[in-house]
């Protein structure tokens, strides 16, 4: 059965880093623009970034811009979201999706909306 999987969450101080994985089962993830989303307590999934499967453009949201990296490794299946100077307000589910990129008139991602497939999400805490 086709499915996401999302891992590396955990519990870091603020300024930290962590990395989170979004590992493909049952289907290849080459297939695929892929993005990662975040949900804080109590309030709505918002976007976080977003990979094209063809010539790898990505997106950003502009909270995390400079601080958040998407990358793709084909020889694992796997996309990656590296997060760096962590804040509080970076605490939230994390889930990965297969999207679709929106594209502005320069030809550059502007924004992305989750398709099929949705992953569990894992927990990122930042806190002292």
Known sequence: QAHLAESGGGLVQPGGSLTLSCAA?????D????????????????????VTNTDWM???ADSVKGRFTISRD???NTVFLRM???EPEDTAVYY??????????????E?????DYWGKGTLV????
Do not use: M
Not at 25 to 29: A, D, E, I
Not at 32 to 50: H, L, M, N, T
């Open 58 to 60: 990505t997106y950003y």
């Open 96 to 109: 990965c999706a297969t999207v679709v990129l929106h594209y502005n008139d320069r030809d550059r991602p």
């Open 31 to 50: 297939n695929y623009a892929i993005g990662w989303f975040r949900q804080a307590p109590g309030k709505e999934r918002d976007v976080v970034s977003c």
């Open 74 to 76: 084909r020889s694992k």
């Open 125 to 128: 805490t930042v806190s002292l």
């Open 84 to 86: 760096t100077s962590l």
């Open 111 to 115: 924004s992305c909306d989750a398709t």
């Open 25 to 29: 089962s049952g289907f290849p993830l």
